[in-house]
């Protein structure tokens, strides 16, 4: 078992404290090295050769809300990442850990995802693993969780927003934090912050309270609807049915763990593909990741 250690993390703006350590991997020696903007086109590559979506810039916000690692060699080119995107209340999420094709049996991806997990400084720590890198997490000593259902595709349907949806205000913030943190029972704040420069937000109010939100942004071949946080699955339909508005023939993705009800039934009815080719594995003391009013992740990196 990973046992997560009193390290520092991040917190808005701040920075992972990290001293470089050199690890010898097969015939390379590789500097682990704090993850910093000058590696950003070098991370791109990498994920683009292992098959990922991101685009620079999707790496480039993620490196916004959390602080990541990198295995570089003697010329500085990066043969392996990984990220920690610290919550408050102990809790954080971990991800994009990804080790060179070349590297795959190495040990180097252990190594990272090892790193990162003790350098989160979390006893709540979790991250969304692909099906077929289960046994590997649990290697490491993290414990199955709950499958996370990926629904992607080109829009082809027609939506029309049918309730009384509005763009969010800064004054709302306040009001979205408080019903995430009731979904995740963390304080997501330095994540939703980083969300907010790259995405369009819509919120639903009732009585004159804000009472669901969800997000919007450019994402690998297209969007990301998420995350979506409601009280009702009408009012998580409503909200993804605004931003899905303008969307027809363009390619869209929504990851979520409900597998009944109306939201999900809503998006059975977009004929988007429905991949269950994600779990959620933990580590240290189980956090509660989601609750039934968080519809739709924000990412898998950052949950």
């Known amino acids: 078992m990973i046992a997560p250690q009193a390290r520092p993390t991040a917190q808005g703006n701040q920075r992972m404290t990290y001293i470089s350590t ?14 910093q903007a000058c590696h950003l086109d070098a991370l791109h590559r990498l994920s683009a050769c292992v098959g990922w979506p991101h685009r620079r810039s999707d790496w480039a916000t993620n490196l916004e809300t959390g602080v990541g690692i990198v295995a570089v060699d003697e010329m500085q080119r990066v043969h392996g990442s990984a990220m920690c995107f610290p919550y408050g209340d102990g809790a954080a999420a971990v991800g994009m850990v990804i080790a060179n094709p070349k590297l795959r049996s190495s040990g180097l991806a252990d190594m990272l995802a090892r790193e990162a997990v003790e350098r989160s400084g979390s006893p709540r720590a979790f991250l969304n693993a692909c099906q077929g890198d289960v046994l590997f997490y649990r290697g490491l000593g993290a414990k199955r969780g709950e499958q996370v259902f990926k629904y992607e595709g080109v829009l082809k349907v027609n939506l029309v927003a049918f309730s009384p949806i509005r763009d ?6 306040l009001k979205v934090l408080e019903l995430d943190q009731t979904s995740y029972d963390a304080d997501r704040s330095a994540v939703l912050s980083g969300l907010l420069a ?3 937000i819509r ?10 939100f969800a997000m919007r942004r450019r ?6 609807i998420g995350p979506i946080t409601a009280e009702l699955g009408s009012d998580a339909v409503a909200l993804a049915t605004s931003l899905l508005a303008d969307l027809k023939g363009q390619f869209v993705r929504i990851d979520t763990r409900h597998t009944d009800g109306v939201f999900q039934r809503f998006l059975g009815s977009l004929g988007l593909r429905c991949k ?3 779990v959620t594995m933990t580590f240290g003391r189980s956090p509660r990741i989601g609750s039934p009013i968080g519809y739709a992740l924000s990412s898998h990196s950052t949950g």
Do not use: H
């Not at 994402?219 to 990301?224: N, P």
């Open 22 to 35: 050199q690890r010898q991997v097969d015939s390379y020696s590789l500097s682990f090295t704090a993850m």
């Open 168 to 173: 969010f205000a800064p004054e709302d913030f």
């Open 198 to 200: 790259t995405s369009d």
């Open 203 to 212: 919120v639903i109010e009732r009585a004159g309270q804000v009472v669901g």
């Open 219 to 224: 994402f690998g071949r297209g969007y990301v």
């Open 276 to 278: 269950p080719d994600v």
